[in-house]
């Protein structure tokens, strides 16, 4: 199991997000912690994430099926805003049937991401 250093768990309307930190500095360390993840959460409905790495510097954020830019860019927005280097943070998200909209989204994955960050 990868070295997850956090972890976190919030539920909104039902659905239930869970949030992991991973200090990393490859994108392979980052494949590994997701294929991982998306075997232990097989039934999740989403795993979206975002990673920043220092050298050679590399973002990306990854929305994983919600709606453009609610998921990943949050997330990633929380990795920059604290200036975090060689980090990736991944929120797995069961539906709870209740819909968030997009400003939903947004809230919930920035108030995951800085919880798991803290």
């Not at 309307?13 to 949030?19: D, V």
């Amino acid at each position: 199991m990868s070295n997850f250093s956090n972890q976190v768990e919030i539920i909104e309307k039902k659905s239930r997000f869970i949030g992991y930190l991973l200090h990393c500095k490859t994108i392979e360390e980052v494949q590994t912690a997701l294929d991982e993840l998306k075997k232990e959460h097989k039934k999740a409905t989403h795993i979206c994430y975002a990673y920043s790495l220092a050298s050679p510097f590399l973002e990306k954020a990854v929305d994983d099926g919600e709606p453009g830019g609610t998921a990943g860019r949050p997330i990633l927005s929380v990795l920059q805003k604290k200036g975090a280097k060689d980090v990736c943070v991944f929120v797995v998200r069961y539906f709870g049937g209740i819909k968030l909209g997009a400003g939903g989204l947004v809230r919930m994955y920035t108030k995951v991401a800085s919880e798991v960050m803290k």
